[in-house]
T-cell receptor, first 113, second 114 residues
Framework: SQKIEQNSEALNIQEGKTATLTCNYT??????LQWYRQDPGRGPVFLLL?????KEKRKERLKVTFDTTLKQSLFHITASQPADSATYLC????????????FGSGTRLQVQP | KAGVTQTPRYLIKTRGQQVTLSCSPI?????VSWYQQTPGQGLQFLFE???????NKGNFPGRFSGRQFSNSRSEMNVSTLELGDSALYLC?????????????FGPGTRLTVT
């Protein structure tokens, strides 16, 4: 069956360090992989999108990698700040053009000052 | 541009009742998707509308339905509410342009069924 796995346990890191979050999937062939941030009681906010033929994408302090052989995406936040504390969700899009994302359960990141 | 808006923000209903939730997408966005978020199941896709037509549907019972109007505003309806329908219902809009696959979410409607 199809499955998307993210670290279910919270990730605690010190301010200034790099946070690395993992998204693994099975039985999918995503054309796109997206990362979102969600704060408590709010809707997810789009961060980055990476295509299946791209290995890496960067935006300011954020970096995403996408390995279709390993069926894994890594999401990095460099120089992390307490304001980065949130739940981060990965989402797969099989590229049919229909906006039906399949989300992982999310990883809660806590950045300690 | 104004973001995605959803009304109402909070709703309390009784088992067996029905409920209608509303979503106004970002101006110019023609695709509207609905998701249900619960602590146990996470974010799950309900359905997507584009140009007033349902393009895709998730694995939910027929009690969940929706529609889209000519101005792209969308509503979803849940009939015969069950306790398990308590959730955060999120609406997301997306540009219909090619390559524009990111979705913009509203703040959600928190539905509690008692």
């Amino acid at each position: 069956s199809q499955k998307i796995e993210q670290n279910s346990e919270a990730l605690n890191i010190q301010e200034g360090k790099t946070a690395t979050l993992t998204c693994n999937y099975t039985n999918y062939s995503p054309a796109y992989l997206q990362w979102y941030r969600q704060d408590p009681g709010r809707g997810p906010v789009f961060l980055l999108l990476i295509r299946e033929n791209e290995k890496e994408k960067r935006k300011e302090r954020l970096k995403v990698t996408f390995d279709t052989t390993l069926k894994q995406s890594l999401f990095h936040i460099t120089a992390s700040q307490p304001a980065d504390s949130a739940t981060y969700l990965c989402a797969l899009d099989e590229g049919t053009g229909r906006r039906a994302l399949t989300f992982g359960s999310g990883t809660r990141l806590q950045v300690q000052p | 541009k104004a973001g995605v808006t959803q009304t109402p923000r909070y709703l309390i209903k009784t088992r067996g009742q029905q409920v209608t939730l509303s979503c106004s997408p970002i101006s110019g966005h023609r695709s509207v998707s609905w998701y249900q978020q619960t602590p146990g199941q996470g974010l799950q896709f309900l359905f997507e509308y584009f140009s007033e037509t349902q393009r895709n549907k998730g694995n939910f019972p027929g009690r969940f339905s929706g529609r889209q109007f000519s101005n792209s505003r969308s509503e979803m309806n849940v009939s015969t509410l069950e306790l398990g329908d308590s959730a955060l219902y999120l609406c997301a809009s997306s540009s219909s342009g090619s390559g524009s696959y990111e979705q913009y979410f509203g703040p959600g409607t928190r539905l509690t069924v008692t």
